[in-house]
């Protein structure tokens, strides 16, 4: 399957799955809301243009909004993940080794560590930004920072889970056009 073809059915299967299974799970205590659609961004290729990767992963966010009704509250956590995403790949893998032989972000193209605090920092910006435009004030700041932790904590688990349950084989890049 192409590169193409195969993001395309990821920008399908992760926007259904987030509008149409978790968001019918009812929050614990309206404290924790299970979020993996954003795993789509985290996924891109390396190879992906900035701009081309902000101007889908908006399109990714409002996709999202337009189906649970909640128009720029996903977009832009999509947004600043993304715009966030190259500087972490950049601090995390070394350029001349990785991101010329692997086509997109993985545990076996980056490792166990540098993949887990790469997830777990845009796991946790995601979820901070979020929470914070939905409330736009912070109220109890323990209160929110019990929802952002207990959120990103949900977030995680589910992405470590996909992660192990859909193996993504490691495709490497060829100089072949």
Not at 62 to 87: E, S, W
Request: net charge positive.
């Amino acid at each position: 399957m192409s590169n193409l073809l195969k993001n395309i059915v990821r920008f399908i299967l992760f926007a259904f799955v987030q509008v149409y299974v978790l968001s019918k799970v009812p929050p614990l205590h309206q404290f924790i809301t299970p979020y993996l659609y954003f795993l789509f961004i985290l996924w891109l290729p390396f190879s992906i243009n900035r701009w081309f990767l902000l101007l889908v992963s908006f399109s990714f966010g409002m996709t999202v909004d337009y189906f649970l009704g909640t128009p720029g509250l996903h977009a832009a956590p999509c947004t600043l993940i993304a715009y966030l995403r190259p500087f972490l790949l950049n601090l995390f893998i070394a350029q001349e080794s990785t991101e010329q032989s692997f086509v997109e972000p993985s545990v076996k193209s980056m490792g166990w560590g540098p993949y887990s605090i790469y997830i777990v920092l845009l796991t946790f910006i995601h979820t901070f930004y979020l929470v914070l435009i939905e409330w736009l004030s912070f109220g109890s700041f323990l209160y929110f920072l019990g929802k952002v932790l207990a959120t990103s904590t949900l977030t995680l688990i589910l992405i470590f889970i996909t992660e192990m349950l859909f193996f993504r084989k490691a495709k490497y890049r060829t100089n072949a056009a």
